[in-house]
């Protein structure tokens, strides 16, 4: 069985989430907001040969957890461009909005290795992870540190739009994330207040100006 969890009031089935970003100066750092806005996810009922039943649940358009044995919960990488010479300050959410869901089973491990294509993969959860109910990643983000891209400086954000409850087989959907990243200037490449900034658009190679978040801004 499928069905289409919906995570708010607006948005279709199969809708992929939104990102944005929105760069704020004031007199002490400036501060890029970014929002992740989740439409819903699919929960799939899967019935294994072994006997085995598990709950897959599916972002459209962003990848899963790949960890064997952990919970193959939703993810999605997020690059987000920061000015030459800016110093990451902090990053942190400071508004998030759920919904919360009972899945009929325990939601599927990401498989073993497997060296035979022909074979099914092994799925053996993590019982360190699958006993507790504990929120699983239990973070709603992970900065993975600051990137080049082409000309431009990003930081690397790992989003986690659901968080899952094993003991109980529940799972959070967040339908908005808003983080707040705050970063210093060094003077030399900081540009006078209401100047503009300073330097020609950066290149980016092909293919990743819709992927960046603030590129606009740098």
């Avoid at 806005?37 to 709950?55: C, M, P, R, V």
């Avoid at 019982?127 to 900065?143: C, H, S, T």
Wanted: hydrophobic fraction near 35%; proline fraction near 9%.
């Amino acid at each position: 069985m499928k069905r289409w969890l919906k995570a708010g009031l607006r948005g279709a089935s199969g809708d992929a989430p939104i990102k944005q970003s929105r760069l704020i100066e004031n007199k002490i750092e400036p501060i890029i907001k970014v929002t992740y806005e989740t439409k819903g996810l699919w929960d799939i009922e899967l019935q294994l040969s072994n006997k085995q039943a598990f709950n897959e649940i599916e972002i459209p358009n962003i990848g899963q957890n790949l960890v064997p044995g952990e919970p193959q919960v939703p993810q999605e990488g997020l690059y987000v461009a920061i000015p030459e010479g800016a110093t990451v300050q902090d990053i942190k959410v400071v508004k998030s909005k759920k919904k919360t869901f009972q899945l009929a089973h325990q939601l599927k491990p990401a498989p073993e290795p497997s060296r035979d294509p022909s074979g099914s993969p092994a799925l053996n959860p993590k019982q360190e992870i699958y006993d507790l109910n504990e929120a699983f990643p239990g973070e709603l983000f992970k900065n993975l540190g600051v990137k080049q891209i082409g000309d431009v400086n990003v930081i690397h954000l790992m989003i986690y739009p659901v968080q899952y409850y094993p003991a109980s087989n529940k799972i959070d959907l967040f339908s908005q994330i808003e983080l707040e990243v705050e970063y210093k200037l060094s003077p030399e490449k900081a540009p006078l207040r209401g100047g503009p900034l300073r330097g020609g658009r950066k290149r980016v190679p092909a293919g990743y100006d819709d992927q960046i978040l603030n590129l606009d801004n740098v």
